[in-house]
């Protein structure tokens, strides 16, 4: 399943003059922008890659990779770039002769057996974040792309940065000390009483108790933040209960 699946995400394209292989679900950026256009030897397919191919630094900065693609072969691809933009275009155009590509975004006319005009934006997954299909000029709708990821990326950045931030721990050594004192003083108390079972006894740790529960709750109302050993702050607890009731 996942060798089929890979294969279905794996197209083949120019970059650099060389025929590769592209894994669209294989991208160490974060985002994908894919230019869609009918057809190589078009006027209006070479003003569309031209404005991307001006701003490809700033789509590269933004931790995106972009393509061109169309449903044209690799071979006819190296020969257009070779004779409209001199050999060199920043980035690879896509073969897709049977627009599987396009179809997963609705953008193939299968009557017509081309890809529609529009851009597709993506993650590296290749799972589709805007598809801007629109009567912008090239340069309008190629810097509305850049604007798009630009914020897509601020906006997962400060995401990132909320789920990450953690308060830091507040502490007050002194609090801190306060809450050793008491609690070894408390358990101490315990050990020492094991012989009191009057009703006098049981009164005396009932007192006990009680200053050990307004020491708690001193504590407490002294820093509200105070993050402690929850060790100390169980046994204090267990301590409290069992003077109350008269054990030890």
Known sequence: MEAKSRH????????????????????????????????????DSYSVLSSFSSLSK?????????????????????????????????????????GKLASRFSLFDREERINMRAVVITDNQGIALEVINTSLE????????????????EHRRTLLEKRCHFQQPYT??????????????????VKQAGN???????????????????????????SKQSYRDPVFANQMKRTEDRLMRGFF
């Open 8 to 43: 279905q995400s794996v197209f083949k394209g120019v970059i650099d003059g060389c025929e590769q292989e592209f894994d669209l679900e294989r991208v160490k950026e974060k985002f994908q922008v894919f230019i869609f256009y009918p057809s190589d030897f078009d006027d």
């Open 58 to 98: 700033q789509f590269s900065s933004s931790d995106c990779f972009v393509y061109g693609c169309s449903t044209d072969s690799p071979g006819a691809h190296l020969d257009w770039i070779k004779d409209r933009f001199d050999s060199s275009l920043p980035f690879p155009l896509l073969s897709d002769p049977a």
């Open 138 to 153: 090239d340069q309008q709708m190629t810097e509305y792309a850049l604007s798009v990821v630009k914020q897509t990326l």
């Open 172 to 189: 007050n050594p002194v609090l801190e000390q306060k809450l050793e004192e008491l609690a070894s003083y408390s358990l101490s108390v």
């Open 196 to 222: 009191i079972t009057s009703t006098r006894g049981r009164s005396v740790s009932r007192s006990l108790a009680r200053s050990v529960s307004r020491g708690r709750s001193l504590v407490r109302t002294e």
